[in-house]
């Protein structure tokens, strides 16, 4: 039986009324600078009720934000295509042309390995990342030590995911404005601390990647399972 045959009317109001509010809480504790949160993030923090909105609405999640919250909020699109869509407060003046121009942090191509911290299966409680050789390793979460930097494993976008890139980037993007970080500095133009790396065992995916010029990493694919096999393996 479907979720709408299940609620009666008032029943349905009080679920959108209860998503709605936890939509604003989202957006008010996520959006990070310029109060913007990008729809597909917060699409993906929603889980769940995401699922449910559409059930009782027949609607996205854009219509939602313009039908139940735009008292609060608006939507804009930026991006050089205008094809990326964020959650704005309406009390907040738009941003000016400049700041809606993707610039780099916007839409970056992000070094392989940190791309592999947001993709390759988590085998601990968190993730914890090296953020000078963007190398990562997985741990229970009582070994986790003060002021290291962390990725939860809800950030951690399974290979079978639809639309995986866009969930990947959208994960991303949370991650980087939770920590107060740059996308400048996880760019796949810069290249890893080799001082600090040369100083740490780490994996085998670890060695060849750093052994690879930009081009050859550009021109190299390998399968997840490898990927995994790769993390697995010491160096040396």
């Known amino acids: 039986m479907d979720l709408e ?28 600078q310029h109060s913007q949160y990008l729809v597909s993030a917060l699409g993906i923090a929603l889980g769940d009720d995401l699922r449910v909105l559409k059930q009782l609405t027949n609607r996205g ?28 407060d309406g009390s907040v ?12 942090e916007q839409s970056p191509r992000f ?11 988590a085998k601990g409680d968190v993730r914890i ?13 009582e070994e986790v030590a003060t002021g290291e930097l962390t990725i939860g494993k809800d950030l951690i976008v399974s290979a079978d995911e639809d639309r995986r890139d866009e969930k990947i980037k959208a994960n991303i993007a949370s ?22 790396f040369h100083q740490q065992t ?13 081009r050859q990493l550009q021109s190299t694919t390998l399968t997840l399972d490898v990927v ?6 010491p160096r040396g």
């Open 202 to 214: 780490g994996s085998l995916l670890d060695a060849i990647i750093a052994t690879l010029d930009h």
């Open 61 to 88: 999640l854009n219509d939602f934000i313009r039908s139940h919250l735009s008292h609060r909020f608006k939507l804009e699109n930026i991006g050089i295509h205008g094809n990326i869509t964020v959650v704005v």
């Open 175 to 196: 991650w980087l404005a939770k920590n107060g970080l740059s996308a400048d500095k996880f760019q796949a133009s810069r290249r890893p601390n080799s001082q600090t």
């Open 93 to 104: 003046n738009s941003a000016t042309p400049q700041e809606l121009t993707p610039s780099r």
């Open 129 to 141: 990342l090296n953020k000078d050789t963007y190398s990562f390793d997985d741990v229970p979460s």
């Open 111 to 121: 070094h392989p390995r940190f791309w592999a911290a947001f993709s390759v299966p």
């Open 228 to 233: 995994a096999t790769l993390l697995r393996t």
């Open 5 to 32: 045959e299940v609620l009666t009317s008032d029943d349905t109001v009080k679920e959108l009324e209860r998503i709605a509010k936890r939509v604003e809480s989202l957006i008010d504790t996520g959006g990070g």
